[in-house]
């Protein structure tokens, strides 16, 4: 069974920064792409940026020039690090990761952002 834990949530306020981390239970090189994505109550989860295994990165339009999405193959994580972050940015974080071997792709239990105004 494939864990994903994240970890780095927290109270920050409004132009502060955080960094997320999600450590894999398996070898993130077996994902082809990892990515985070957030939640708030009441709307749809929505992804925030993905990493490919080769380091292609993508990000949501209001994250681009805030956010950035990294890989340590070594650690078996992956790391958004989230600068200028505003009280819009606050939401449930989640990691997902999606192997050839499943599927279905593999989620963590979330960690909670809250940015203050």
């Known amino acids: 069974q494939v864990q994903l834990v994240e970890s780095g949530g927290g109270l920050v306020q409004a132009g502060g920064s955080l960094r997320l981390s999600c450590a894999t239970s398996?070898?993130?090189?077996?994902?082809?792409?990892m990515a985070w994505y957030r939640q708030v109550p009441g709307k749809q989860r929505e992804l925030v940026a993905r990493i490919t295994d080769r380091g292609r990165t993508t990000y949501a339009n209001s994250m681009k020039g805030r956010f950035t999405i990294s890989r340590d193959n070594a650690q078996n994580t992956v790391f958004l690090q989230m600068d200028s972050l505003r009280p819009e940015d606050t939401a449930v974080y989640y990691c997902?990761?999606?192997?050839?071997?499943?599927?279905?792709?593999?989620w963590g239990q979330g960690t909670q952002v809250t940015v203050s105004s």
């Open positions: 997902n990761a999606r192997s050839v071997y499943s599927s279905s792709p593999y």
């Open positions: 398996r070898s993130i090189s077996s994902f082809y792409d």
